[in-house]
């Protein structure tokens, strides 16, 4: 009897290899939640895609301030003693609110506040949000609450676009951004601002947004879904001419670490640093 052969090592690991190359060409720009084991499949990374607000430009602040002083253009008081206390937190939202609508877009936050606003500062409202959008609204009371939705995105964009005048960027951002341009590495920017509010923004960095070849924004009529829905990362990846997983994101939001993960990108999480003790959760 003829012994067994040696096993052929190589010849194993060229068959892993071809699998996973036929694994990676399964997962296309269309798949919603591309997903892979990094023990097996070793990623090149040939494009990086940033968020905007809180990763490159230091917003957040000023879009907090911005929500809080919406409040009186569209006839909703604040109680003094709310006012009072946000004052004294430098203009900073609750966090319990504040992580439940960042990286949203306007339509999708708005109501959110609100519905804060009525329970827990006991803003007084002419329509309910207590349930936010609520599917048995009558036709009326939903137009009635878009009008809102629209009026409110609206004030807060242009208060914001004011304060947005002299924004900084984010510590570490120019730097990056050079390195990878040195480097020849591909870039774009997926965020949920509209076009405009991102025209306003970027005034004061044109050398910084010069070096980025994309910008997608909220209001691309390719983006159907904001985050943390995987349209805009998808759709960025696409411009760029690489798959998704191919990416690598920089967010400071869970809602859209998660939109990048879910796109199939590789994801570096960075937390707002004024917002000590909170843990930025793992995502899967």
Not at 137 to 158: G, I, L, N, P, Y
Not at 181 to 187: G, H, N, Y
Not at 197 to 212: D, G, L, N
Not at 264 to 275: F, H, L, M, T
Request: aromatic share 6%; charged share 25%; hydrophobic share 40%.
């Amino acid at each position: 009897q003829e012994p067994e052969p040696e096993p052929n090592y190589q010849l194993q690991q060229k068959r892993r290899n071809t699998r996973n190359l036929e694994l990676e060409r399964e997962m296309t720009i269309s798949t919603a939640t591309a997903t892979y084991d990094d023990s097996v499949v070793q990623t090149t990374i040939k494009a990086v895609i940033f968020d905007l607000d809180g990763t490159l430009l230091d917003t957040e602040a000023l879009s907090c301030r911005a929500i809080i002083e919406s409040f009186a253009p569209m006839n909703l008081t604040l109680p003094t003693d709310v006012l009072a206390s946000l004052k004294a937190g430098g203009f900073l939202l609750p966090w319990e609110l504040k992580r439940r609508i960042l990286g949203l877009r306007g339509s999708e936050w708005v109501p959110i506040v609100l519905s804060y606003a009525g329970e827990n500062w006991n803003v007084e409202m002419p329509i309910s949000w207590k349930n936010g959008w609520r599917n048995d609204d009558s036709d009326s009371a939903s137009e009635d609450k878009q009008a809102t939705v629209d009026a409110f995105w609206k004030a807060w964009e242009v208060r914001l676009n004011e304060l947005c005048a002299e924004v900084q960027a984010c510590p570490g951002a120019r730097i990056l951004v050079e390195g990878l341009r040195k480097a020849s590495v591909p870039m774009a920017i997926a965020t949920s601002s509209r076009a405009d509010s991102v025209k306003k923004k970027r005034a004061k960095h044109e050398q910084m947004f010069e070096s980025i070849q994309e910008i997608v924004t909220g209001d691309d009529l390719n983006v159907v879904k904001g985050k943390p829905a995987p349209d805009i990362y998808l759709e960025a990846a696409k411009r760029l001419g690489v798959h998704p997983w191919e990416c690598l994101v920089f967010e400071d939001a869970l809602t859209g670490a998660r939109s990048g993960k879910s796109a199939g990108c590789r994801v570096v999480a960075v937390p707002d640093s004024n917002r000590e003790g909170i843990v930025f959760e793992r995502i899967g």
